[in-house]
Every structure is written in C-alpha cells, then in structure tokens.
C-alpha cells in the first residue's frame, strides 16, 4: 500500500461531506468536556465566575468554528463543502457511465461500491492501479490554493 492510497482515501468526497456533518458535534462535545475538567480543577470559591467566563469564551468559540465555512464561502465567492446527498448523487452518476463503457471490468465492486459507501485504503489502491483517470474523477485531486487565490 502507498502512502498516496492513505491520501486519496483521506481526500473522498463522501468521508469529507460525513466529516463536516459530524464536525460541530465533536466540537461541541470537546468544548463541553474541557469546561467541565476546567470547572473540576477550580476552587470553590472561583467556580460560578469562571464558569460564565468559560462558557461565553467556549459557546462563542464553537459558533465561530461552525459558522467560519459558510462565511468565508461567501467572502470568497465559493462553493462550500456538498452535502452527502450531492456526492452519492455525483457518484452514480460517474459510476453509471463509467459502467456503460467498460462493462466488464475487474473493478465493478468497488465501483458499485463507492456509489454510496466509502472506500476501503486497498480498494482505493486498487482503484488507482487499475484506473487512474477515472479513479481521478471520483475522488479528485485536491486544490493547491494559495493566499493570493482566494479573494479573486
């Protein structure tokens, strides 16, 4: 296995769209935990106002984090990250005509596969190996954006 396999798995559009659905969750439950660990170290005496403290800093932190994608897709005039419908959408229909033109290819299950699940780092691997320019098309190579691109 190659270590561009690890990347490729990392960069599918599915895993990304499921990832940033469950991102506010995992931060919310992150900034929940350490109040309550900071709120357990703190003196009794201290507790109620670095409490309310903690908690404006934490509650504005994780709506900041939340809210950062939208905002700067619209300072930036782009598209945000698709939703999970959008990429299963995408994916049939690469997978459908891919199928029509090569119908007999050893790679099918994965295909069928990667309609609507991810993929596994070997079937990516095999993906590549098998069929880079469509394997390509699939799971895109990701965008080398530098500072001086976003505010185009």
Do not use: C, W
Request: aromatic residues 6%; without cysteine.
């Amino acid at each position: 296995m190659k270590i561009s396999a690890i990347g490729k798995y990392l960069d599918q559009p599915l895993l990304v769209a499921k990832l940033n659905k469950k991102v506010p969750y995992i931060l919310s439950g992150f900034a929940g935990g350490y109040l309550v660990n900071a709120m357990h170290k703190t003196p009794k005496e201290d507790k109620k106002n670095n409490g309310e403290k903690m908690a404006i800093i934490l509650a504005a932190t994780v709506l900041s984090a939340i809210a950062a994608p939208k905002i700067a897709s619209k300072l930036t005039n782009r598209t945000p990250f698709p939703k999970i419908g959008e990429v299963i959408n995408r994916n049939k229909e690469l997978v459908d005509k891919f199928v029509l033109e090569f119908p007999n290819t050893k790679i099918k299950p994965i295909l069928e596969k990667s309609k609507n699940k991810i993929l596994a780092i070997n079937e990516v691997s095999k993906l590549f190996s098998e069929q880079k320019d469509f394997a390509n098309k699939l799971i895109p190579p990701p965008e080398n954006i530098q500072a001086k691109d976003i505010f185009k």
